[in-house]
């Protein structure tokens, strides 16, 4: 299953064009993206209508992206969230707007939340990647999660608490958070090291995934094919841990949509064909 995440159209509160959209370009599942400017997942009336737009369309919700901060526009986050927070307060409001993502799930069933274990390097302050404080929180939502059918998977994000072997290491702990999962990104893992490495170190944990490329030096988001990750590796790699979800693209920020779309159709395309184990050529870097 192939998806969209609606990352893409973050600057825009979601409405029903995007989901048509999406589903015109052959695709079958989305993953939400909860920031309050872009989907209000507070608001019941928002997810009611997220629920009709999914059935006018035959799109699957897949999953939700938890909460990162409170507001996203004119290209920047503000007001930032982490469920890592050294500070108690900071964290407490983390997992209460995390639980208010989860509970989207009463009303639009979906099956995967991806969290973040903390903020990105770049962007990180002090007390924000707080091992305990992660830990505290996950189990703080690991019920409400199994009780609304949710699985939560931490994804592989640029700092120490979230590199893939430090989330097996947190999932294989005597953590008390039930069926815990790995989103794996794949800019990310390149932009820490090999993603092959990233992909193999996760088996057996990985619940869902984030495709995007990058130049190997910022977190660009491009579609698969247009920068340097080797996909051909990382789709075998994918295949030998037996990896059977669902394959979310999760693309920059866009105003125009849609030249954005066909590329991902094309790269789609080449992805079912390695899938299949077909003789076309692997998507490899683009060319100078």
Not at 76 to 99: C, H, K, N, P
Not at 136 to 163: C, D, F, H, K
Not at 272 to 281: A, D
Request: aromatic content about 6%.
């Amino acid at each position: 299953m192939f998806g969209i995440s609606t990352h893409l159209y973050l600057s825009d509160r979601l409405d029903r064009d995007h989901l048509v959209e999406i589903a015109a370009h052959g695709f079958e599942a989305v993953e939400v993206f909860a920031v309050r400017s872009h989907f209000d997942y507070h608001d019941r009336r928002a997810a009611l209508a997220l629920a009709e737009w999914l059935a006018d369309t035959r799109l699957t919700l897949h999953s939700l992206h938890a909460p990162i901060a409170g507001d996203y526009s004119r290209g920047a986050w503000r007001d930032g969230y982490t469920l890592a927070a050294a500070d108690e307060s900071r964290r407490a409001q983390a997992v209460a707007e995390t639980t208010a993502a989860l509970s989207v799930a009463a009303l639009v069933p979906y099956q995967v939340l991806v969290v973040h274990g903390g903020v990105p390097v770049p962007y990180a302050q002090t007390g924000d990647n707080h091992l305990p404080s992660l830990i505290r929180s996950l189990e703080e939502l690991a019920p409400t999660a199994a009780r609304v059918g949710v699985r939560l998977a931490v994804e592989v994000i640029p700092n120490a608490l979230s590199t893939a072997p430090s989330l097996v290491a947190l999932l294989e702990s005597e953590i008390e958070a039930g069926d815990l999962g790995i989103c794996l990104d794949v800019g990310h893992a390149r932009l820490m090291g090999d993603v092959v490495d990233a992909i193999e170190s996760c088996s057996g944990h990985l619940a869902t995934t984030h495709l995007h490329d990058n130049r190997g030096r910022s977190d660009d988001h491009l579609v698969p094919g247009q920068g340097v990750v080797d996909w051909d590796a990382t789709v075998l790699a994918f295949q030998k841990v037996g990896y059977d979800g669902a394959w979310m693209f999760e693309l920059a920020v866009a105003a125009e949509r849609r030249p954005v779309l066909e590329l991902a159709v094309k790269a789609r395309e080449r992805f079912e064909s390695l899938l299949s184990l077909s003789t076309e050529p692997p998507i490899g870097p683009a060319a100078d």
